[in-house]
C-alpha cells in the first residue's frame, strides 16, 4: 500500500488478542504472548516506512497482575528474554526505547532489563518505541498530582499556576507528542485505563483482527483510515496538525 497523508507522528497501540488467539490455536495463554512480538517488529517496520516517530505499546498494564501466576512469570521471562535478543536489530534501525510506567513491582532482574535496553538504544534517532509496562493511566495521573501537590507544598510552585501544559509535564509520557491515532485490536472497542489525558484528541481504529495476526498491511490500513479523518480538536471546519 502506498503512503498516505498526513501522517500521525504518534500511533499508541493495544495490543489485544493473545489469549483468544492461543485458544482459537489450541495452545497456552504464553505462546500467544510470544506469538505477539512479530507483530510488534511489524508495526515498527511499518512506522518507519510511513515516518512515524513514536510508537506506544501497552505491554503490560497494573490490572494485569491479576492474572494467573504463570502467565505473569511467563509475561516476565518473555520480556527479558526479548530485551537481550531484540537490542541489536533496534539499535540498527535506529530505534530509540523508552519506558512509561511504575517500575518499582518489578524483579530486580526485569528492572535491570529495562534500563540496559533504554541506555543500549538511547542514540536511536529515527524512531522512539514506548514500552507501557506496569502502566495505567489513573495511576500515572495520581503520581503526576503528589509531584505537583509536593512541588506546591515545597513552595516551588503556585497552586493557581498548575495549568494543563505542568500536568502533561509531569506526566510519565513528558516531552513527547499527544498520540494522533490509538489502534486496538481484537475488536474491543475502548481505551481500558490506556493514555487517558494523552489521547483526549486522538483518533481510534478498532480492527477485528487478534494481535498475534496484526501486519504491516494492517498497519497500512489504519494509517489509510487516518488520513480519511477530519480533525477538529472542538473547532469548526478541518483543522489537522
Known amino acids: 500500500m502506498s503512503i498516505v497523508e498526513p501522517i500521525p507522528q504518534h500511533v499508541a497501540v493495544i495490543m489485544d488478542g493473545n489469549g483468544r488467539w492461543a485458544e482459537r490455536h489450541g495452545r497456552e495463554r504464553a505462546e500467544g504472548h510470544a506469538a505477539g512480538i512479530e507483530p510488534m517488529r511489524a508495526t515498527l517496520r511499518a512506522a518507519q516506512r510511513h515516518g512515524v516517530k513514536?510508537?506506544?505499546f501497552y505491554a503490560f498494564?497494573?490490572?494485569n497482575w491479576g492474572r494467573p501466576a504463570a502467565e505473569v512469570d511467563a509475561l516476565m521471562e518473555l520480556l527479558c528474554c526479548c530485551?537481550?535478543?531484540e537490542t541489536p536489530d533496534l539499535q540498527r534501525q535506529g530505534v530509540r526505547v523508552r519506558i512509561?510506567?511504575?517500575?518499582?513491582?518489578?524483579?530486580?532482574?526485569?528492572?535491570?532489563s529495562l534500563d540496559r535496553i533504554e541506555a543500549d538504544t538511547a542514540a536511536g534517532e529515527t524512531l522512539t518505541m514506548v514500552l507501557a509496562l506496569?502502566?495505567?493511566?489513573r495511576d500515572e495521573l495520581?503520581?503526576?498530582?503528589?509531584?505537583l501537590a509536593g512541588e506546591a507544598a515545597a513552595g516551588r510552585l503556585a497552586p493557581e499556576a498548575i495549568d494543563e501544559r505542568c500536568i502533561a509535564a509531569a506526566l510519565d509520557t513528558?516531552?513527547?507528542?499527544?498520540?494522533?491515532?490509538?489502534?486496538?485490536?481484537?475488536?474491543?472497542?475502548r481505551l481500558s485505563n490506556f493514555l487517558l489525558w494523552q489521547a483526549a484528541y486522538?483518533?481510534?481504529?478498532?480492527p477485528e483482527v487478534l494481535w498475534p495476526d496484526f501486519t504491516e498491511e494492517e498497519f497500512d490500513r489504519a494509517l489509510a483510515v487516518y488520513a480519511r479523518r477530519d480533525r477538529r480538536f472542538g473547532l469548526v471546519g478541518e483543522t489537522r496538525r
Open 142 to 147: 495520581r503520581r503526576a498530582v503528589c509531584r
Open 61 to 63: 498494564s497494573t490490572e
Open 202 to 206: 486522538a483518533e481510534f481504529y478498532f
Open 54 to 56: 513514536y510508537v506506544t
Open 100 to 112: 512509561i510506567g511504575d517500575r518499582s513491582r518489578f524483579s530486580e532482574k526485569v528492572r535491570s
Open 83 to 85: 530485551v537481550a535478543s
Open 174 to 189: 513528558h516531552g513527547m507528542p499527544d498520540p494522533d491515532l490509538v489502534i486496538r485490536t481484537s475488536g474491543e472497542q
Open 134 to 137: 506496569n502502566y495505567s493511566s
